[in-house]
């Protein structure tokens, strides 16, 4: 069977200040799989295609980034099945209009959905789009190695777990299927499939990117239960960790092959236990690479002390992100993250202490949050910027389908699933437009907050540290990023004034 895995273009707001053009990792784990299954299997990477092509929207207010519609039906072409790839949510409005074009291309191709949009709300997926024939829910390797074989001999897809497909009409699902117990098992991400060099020769990733990048997953899924995030659904509360050894295999492999100079961990959360990380670092250390690697996703500080710190700098590690998410032990107790800002505070100093650049995730906007709570993280945004800390992410909170808030917003009749919602989600990137859910604060006053949280903390940066705003004027005119600031601000650089890139489509 001839297969076709699609990565589709990605939405975001005209002045956004986070443009993910990053490998797509989950395609590449599913494209490998695959192919070691015997089927004939390439990659249409819409992104990767031609990543610093976008495209205005009908609402101008938005912006997706990638190839156009034709482009991506005309690369798609005709085949057996459609694997498609939709990960975040906000893309969907984009999304299904895509998927339906090539189903008109392809009347008889059996499309298959995945990812944690798909996991979170399969039933509505299929409903939305009739062109989806069969949605994946979780991990998708072991799922994709049982439904090929079963749609290349049309049999019953009953048997097999983790699906929800349709049948006369109707949504069925099979329920879940247990995690993948052994991620070494796992082959390889099929990179070879990829534009690859389009990425590494611009140093795209999810990071602040010093050279050629290519992600790393090391660990899978999320031992805690924040009410925001949709993990639980999509990996269940199960954290599972590669072998380090394999993981220094992979990494040699990727240096080896790609001239890789850079390693993007996309990890949820990536270190729990203490001795896998030392590990991991003396290993490093050993190999003498001169790479560097980094956590931007945000991690939390339990394993973080100045020990394990300082051996991370020392293997590599140069910038790291934590995500204290508020600085309200009330809002912190109401969204069920465990996290004590004390210890993390002490996490923290240390990592300034042993040179590494350090930016924080805070969310704003919770379901009940009050003006007082945004004040207190307000004040701590404020304590992060006298301490040293680099960078600041303040994002209003998004209710992404899947997770627990999400799920109490829509029965209380706060969510409607349509076009305004999935672009809202966007606005965590924007920082002209927010959009509140609580009950205690309105939209232009959650903006306000956030550009005044931003404002303070690279306010007080500069004036404490002055030597950081000449290095930002000269990174951002140079195309250097040391730090996720320089990254936002080169893209929307980039956007505003077109730069051309070099593109190398070979």
Same mark, same amino acid.
């Given at each position: 069977m001839d297969?076709?895995?699609l990565r589709?273009?990605t939405?975001v707001?005209?002045f956004?200040?986070?443009t ?6 989950g395609?590449?784990?599913?494209a490998s799989?695959?192919?070691d299954?015997?089927?004939d299997?390439?990659c249409?990477?819409?992104?990767g295609?031609d ?5 205005v929207?009908e609402?101008p207010?938005?912006l997706?980034f ?7 039906v005309e ?8 694997g ?7 893309d969907?409005a984009?999304?299904?209009s ?11 191709t059996v499309?298959i959905?995945g990812?944690?949009?798909v996991?979170a709300?399969?039933e509505?997926?299929?409903n939305d ?5 069969i949605c ?6 072991e799922?994709i190695?049982?439904?090929m ?6 049999a019953?897809l009953g ?6 497909y349709?049948?006369g009409g ?6 879940p299927?247990?995690?993948?117990a052994?991620?070494?098992?796992l082959p390889r991400?099929?990179?070879d499939?990829l534009p ?6 611009n140093?795209l990733g ?6 050629r990048?290519v992600?790393?997953?090391?660990a899978?899924?999320?031992?805690y ?6 993990s ?6 199960r954290?599972n960790?590669r ?6 295999a ?5 240096i080896?092959t ?6 993007d961990?996309y990890d ?8 896998w990380i030392?590990?991991?670092?003396r290993?490093?250390i050993?190999k003498?690479w001169g790479?560097?690697?980094?956590m931007?996703s945000?991690?939390r500080?339990e394993?973080?002390d100045?020990e394990v710190?300082?051996?991370?700098y020392?293997?590599?590690q140069?910038n790291?992100s934590?995500?204290p998410e508020?600085?309200s032990?009330?809002?912190?107790k109401e969204i ?5 800002l ?8 240390s990592a300034?202490?042993?040179g590494?650049?350090?930016k924080?995730?805070l969310?704003?906007?919770f379901p009940?949050e ?8 307000l004040?701590f945004? *404020?304590?992060?910027a &006298?301490?040293?800390?680099h960078d600041?992410?303040i /994002?209003?909170? @998004?209710?992404?389908p899947?997770s627990e %808030? ?7 009749g ?6 305004e919602?999935?672009?809202?989600l966007?606005?965590y990137?924007?920082?002209r437009h927010?959009m ?5 604060i309105?939209n ?5 907050y956030?550009l005044?949280?931003f404002?303070m ?7 404490? *540290?002055?030597i950081r &705003?000449?290095?930002?004027?000269y990174n951002?005119? /140079?195309g250097? @990023?040391?730090?996720?600031l320089?990254? %936002?601000?080169r893209?929307i650089?980039?956007?505003l004034?077109?730069?051309k890139?070099?593109?190398n489509n070979?």
């Amino acid at each position: 069977m001839d297969t076709v895995l699609l990565r589709l273009p990605t939405v975001v707001p005209k002045f956004g200040t986070n443009t993910p053009v990053c490998l797509p990792l989950g395609m590449a784990y599913i494209a490998s799989t695959i192919r070691d299954l015997g089927f004939d299997v390439r990659c249409v990477d819409a992104v990767g295609e031609d990543p610093f092509k976008h495209i205005v929207l009908e609402n101008p207010n938005f912006l997706s980034f990638g190839l156009s519609t034709p482009e991506i039906v005309e690369k798609v072409g005709k085949c057996d099945v459609i694997g498609v790839s939709l990960m975040f949510s906000h893309d969907w409005a984009v999304a299904k209009s895509i998927i339906q074009k090539i189903r008109e291309n392809n009347p008889k191709t059996v499309i298959i959905c995945g990812g944690e949009h798909v996991t979170a709300v399969p039933e509505f997926c299929l409903n939305d789009c009739p062109a989806i024939d069969i949605c994946v829910l979780g991990e998708g390797e072991e799922t994709i190695s049982e439904l090929m074989p079963a749609i290349q001999s049309k049999a019953p897809l009953g048997d097999i777990k983790g699906i929800v497909y349709r049948s006369g009409g109707e949504a069925i699902s099979t329920g879940p299927r247990t995690r993948i117990a052994v991620l070494d098992d796992l082959p390889r991400p099929a990179w070879d499939l990829l534009p690859m060099e389009n990425y590494l020769s611009n140093s795209l990733g999810y990071g602040v990117n010093p050279g050629r990048t290519v992600p790393l997953q090391v660990a899978r899924g999320c031992p805690y239960q924040c009410t925001f995030c949709s993990s639980p659904q999509m990996w269940t509360t199960r954290w599972n960790v590669r072998d380090v050894d394999e993981v220094i295999a992979e990494m040699q492999y990727d240096i080896d092959t790609y001239g890789a100079q850079n390693f993007d961990w996309y990890d949820l959360t990536s270190i729990v236990k203490k001795d896998w990380i030392v590990d991991f670092c003396r290993k490093v250390i050993a190999k003498n690479w001169g790479i560097t690697w980094q956590m931007p996703s945000g991690t939390r500080s339990e394993a973080l002390d100045e020990e394990v710190l300082q051996l991370m700098y020392l293997s590599g590690q140069r910038n790291i992100s934590y995500a204290p998410e508020s600085g309200s032990p009330d809002t912190l107790k109401e969204i069920k993250k465990k996290i004590s800002l004390d210890s993390m505070k002490i996490s923290i100093k240390s990592a300034l202490k042993v040179g590494l650049n350090v930016k924080l995730n805070l969310i704003m906007g919770f379901p009940n949050e009050t003006k007082e709570r945004v004040f207190e993280t307000l004040s701590f945004v *404020r304590s992060m910027a &006298l301490m040293g800390v680099h960078d600041i992410n303040i /994002t209003c909170y @998004a209710p992404y389908p899947g997770s627990e %808030a999400f799920l109490g917003l829509q029965n209380e009749g706060k969510i409607a699933m349509n076009e305004e919602y999935f672009y809202a989600l966007t606005s965590y990137t924007d920082l002209r437009h927010s959009m509140s859910y609580s009950d205690h604060i309105g939209n232009r006053a959650l903006t306000l907050y956030r550009l005044g949280g931003f404002i303070m903390f690279y306010s007080l940066s500069y004036l404490t *540290r002055p030597i950081r &705003l000449i290095k930002g004027f000269y990174n951002l005119f /140079t195309g250097k @990023a040391e730090s996720r600031l320089d990254t %936002a601000l080169r893209g929307i650089f980039d956007r505003l004034f077109i730069k051309k890139f070099k593109i190398n489509n070979v």
